[in-house]
């Protein structure tokens, strides 16, 4: 028999992340660590934190379906 299911509402895909999964917090800090330590123009560092912020959702919406748990981003169709 399947886990009930508990549906968890967030404002934004950023705080699911920040209260849900910490481990992820690191991403935030990407964009600046990209334009300082590497170089990276705004545009790409920006496009890259982006791009890393999409995976770790879907990675983590994935292992929190498998517990049982519904994730609603207010505003946002996952």
């Known amino acids: ?18 209260k849900i999964h910490p481990e992820y917090e690191f991403i935030f800090s990407i964009k600046e ?5 590497w170089r990276y123009s705004p545009e790409d560092a920006e496009r890259t934190q982006n791009y890393m912020i999409e995976n770790a959702f879907e990675v983590a919406k994935r292992a929190d379906q498998e517990k049982g748990l519904e994730i609603v981003i207010e505003g946002f169709d996952v």
Do not use: N
């Not at 509402?9 to 920040?18: A, K, N, P, Q």
């Not at 660590?33 to 330590?37: I, P, V, Y």
């Open 1 to 18: 028999m399947d886990a009930p299911t508990r549906m968890l509402r967030f404002g934004s895909v950023e705080e699911y992340l920040r």
């Open 33 to 37: 660590s990209a334009q300082a330590r």
